[in-house]
Nanobody, 122 residues
Framework: VQLQASGGGLVQAGGSLRLSCAAV????????MGWFRQAPGKEREFVAAISSSGSVTNYADSAKGRFTISRDQAKNMVYLQMTSLKPEDTAVYYCAASQSLATVFSSRYDYWGQGTQVTVSS
């Protein structure tokens, strides 16, 4: 499975961005997908995850109410709609694929994209 994340950029606080992750490869549509982020000097952290069917989602507390994860199985795409962005959301965002159901644990993800930079200015 190969993952390609895109959609990052520079946005002002309070703005919105939609990240996209294209999945290519065998059984990519049957995997749960997640978004993680890593800010400079910090550990990578879980943001959101969605099950293979899209029926189950999971969010970090910092993302609840502001971010929405979704997927389009026909296009093998996963999205992260981010609204009300804050400077503390600044990070490199990674999409990842897992055989585990919408898990928050990065160790359960066995395929990772290259990351896309999100910068939120105050």
């Amino acid at each position: 499975v190969q993952l390609q994340a895109s959609g990052g950029g520079l946005v002002q606080a309070g703005g919105s961005l939609r990240l996209s992750c294209a999945a290519v490869g065998r059984a990519s549509s049957s995997r749960a997908m997640g978004w993680f982020r890593q800010a400079p000097g910090k550990e990578r952290e879980f943001v959101a995850a969605i099950s293979s069917s899209g029926s189950v989602t999971n969010y970090a507390d910092s993302a609840k109410g502001r971010f929405t994860i979704s997927r389009d199985q026909a296009k093998n795409m996963v999205y992260l709609q981010m609204t009300s962005l804050k400077p503390e959301d600044t990070a490199v965002y990674y999409c990842a694929a897992s055989q585990s159901l919408a898990t928050v644990f990065s160790s359960r993800y066995d395929y990772w994209g290259q990351g896309t930079q999100v910068t939120v200015s105050s």
